[in-house]
């Protein structure tokens, strides 16, 4: 299942002097990000990868192979940051089933945090000569698996069986085409959505590009911290309009229960790996520029050493992109979205050998290769949902990729 393509791995991290802008910095068109208010990891070239086989134990065995890895390196960190020292970045499949999970060590990793910056480097050939970045041209959009209509069926298909009690909630997802006039470069992807959606984790892994709202777990020393999102609605055309439309979504019953369904599955994951969790009784709004979500920070305290990986695999797939209950919604997602989600919608970030890290749920994002992407967007149905509304909503949270493609 894996390569290390330098073994054992010799890693060294000094403290560097500012890089300000990370995007800049990236070499070449295979880059690895994990970009938040400018601050965070960009990486390049591949030091070691696994391809991690489809099954339950996934997140196990992705673990072990690292923890095997990292415990046969020669490490020297004079930084000792979360994120100094080797790092792996990595991306899973939404479905367990689904092929193409991945984790990546990067040869090169640049880290910025809390006014300190490093470098970390394995093996010694680490530098190479950069290429520019190049626009991908006129971009052109199709439909994906379902058409907008055969999509607004399937929604309606789901509020279906959510009237006939069968279960709660489902996130329902869809996806576009695009083909671009050049190969789509992910570090232009990369600096528009970091500039653009700073609030966001900008993400780049194995051609997985996006920006995502939705924080899935951070863990650092024994503390964690997830950022729970369900319930959504546009942004106004004016503030008045904007605020208005902020203070519907908070008092809107249909997704303040969408909501709950999210917190209850985060909370149900984390508590028997806490030794305290705070679960805050009402949501807020978080405004983002293309749309506004009611949004909760969990946090707690791990009981024991548990990795950020341990917390990944307990948590993933919550009521926010799953639905409730998830076995269910993810037998209803197999059965009326009609494609295979892929990475969408699947854990996204960053593991380093003490086990801290970041991890979101891979939303706003598009799959790249070549001159041709896919783009996904979903949304959370429930018993009210009219599959008009689902369909804007999925459209606005398109946007954010769009922008990325188009500048
Ligand atoms: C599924 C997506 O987003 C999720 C669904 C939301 C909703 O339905 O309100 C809000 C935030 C995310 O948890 C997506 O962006 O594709």
């Given amino acids: 299942?894996?390569?290390?393509?330098?073994?054992?791995?010799?890693?060294?991290?000094?403290?560097?002097?500012?890089?300000?802008?990370?995007?800049?910095?990236?070499?070449?068109?295979?880059?690895?990000?994990?970009?938040?208010?400018?601050?965070?990891?960009?990486?390049?070239?591949?030091?070691?990868?696994?391809?991690?086989?489809?099954?339950?134990?996934?997140?196990?065995?992705?673990?072990?192979?690292?923890?095997?890895?990292?415990?046969?390196?020669?490490?020297?960190?004079?930084?000792?940051?979360?994120?100094?020292?080797?790092?792996a970045l990595g991306s899973f499949t939404f479905d367990a089933d689904s092929p193409g999970s991945v984790l990546v060590v990067p040869r090169v990793v640049l880290g910025r945090r809390n006014g300190r910056a490093w470098l970390t480097t394995i093996g010694d050939d680490a530098l190479r000569l950069a290429t520019p970045p190049r626009d991908p041209g006129r971009i052109r959009y199709g439909d994906g698996s379902l058409s907008a209509l055969e999509w607004e069926h399937r929604v309606a298909l789901a509020v279906e069986r959510i009237r006939d009690g069968a279960l709660g909630k489902v996130v329902l997802a869809r996806d576009l085409t695009v083909t671009a006039e050049r190969d789509i470069d992910p570090r232009v992807l990369v600096a528009r959505l970091a500039g653009r959606y700073p609030e966001c984790?900008?993400?780049?892994?194995?051609?997985?590009?996006?920006?995502?709202?939705?924080?899935?777990?951070?863990?650092?020393?024994?503390?964690?911290?997830?950022?729970?999102?369900?319930?959504?609605?546009?942004?106004?055309?004016?503030?008045?309009?904007?605020?208005?439309?902020?203070?519907a979504l908070r008092a809107s019953e249909k997704d303040r229960h969408e909501h709950a369904y999210a917190v209850a599955s985060v909370r149900e994951a984390l508590a028997p790996l806490c030794s305290s969790l705070t679960v805050p009784e009402e949501p807020e709004l978080l405004v983002l520029p293309n749309v506004q979500h009611l949004a909760s920070r969990v946090t707690g305290r791990l009981s024991d050493g548990a990795s950020v990986l341990d917390v990944v695999a307990a948590m993933h797939p919550t009521a926010a992109v799953g639905g409730t209950p998830t076995g269910t919604a993810l037998r209803v997602i197999r059965e009326l979205e009609g494609m295979d989600r892929g990475r969408y919608a699947g854990p996204v970030g960053w593991?380093?050998?003490?086990?801290?890290?970041?991890?979101?749920?891979?939303?706003?994002?598009?799959?790249?290769?070549?001159?041709?992407?896919?783009?996904?967007?979903?949304?959370?149905?429930?018993?009210?949902?009219?599959?008009?509304?689902?369909?804007?909503?999925?459209?606005?949270?398109?946007?954010?990729?769009?922008?990325a493609l188009e500048g």
């Fill in 1 to 87: 299942m894996s390569v290390a393509l330098i073994r054992p791995l010799v890693v060294r991290t000094i403290a560097v002097s500012d890089p300000r802008d990370l995007p800049a910095r990236l070499p070449d068109s295979a880059p690895y990000a994990w970009i938040r208010h400018g601050e965070g990891l960009v990486g390049w070239g591949e030091a070691a990868r696994a391809v991690i086989p489809p099954g339950p134990g996934r997140f196990d065995r992705a673990r072990e192979w690292l923890s095997s890895l990292f415990a046969g390196a020669d490490i020297e960190d004079e930084v000792l940051m979360p994120g100094s020292g080797p790092v």
């Fill in 201 to 247: 984790y900008t993400f780049s892994v194995d051609g997985l590009v996006g920006a995502t709202p939705e924080l899935l777990v951070r863990h650092s020393g024994q503390s964690i911290e997830s950022l729970v999102l369900a319930g959504t609605t546009a942004r106004g055309a004016d503030a008045a309009e904007d605020e208005a439309r902020g203070a």
């Fill in 351 to 403: 593991i380093d050998a003490r086990g801290d890290g970041e991890w979101g749920i891979a939303l706003r994002c598009a799959e790249v290769s070549g001159a041709t992407a896919r783009l996904f967007a979903g949304c959370g149905i429930m018993a009210k949902s009219d599959p008009a509304a689902e369909l804007a909503e999925a459209q606005a949270k398109l946007r954010a990729m769009q922008y």
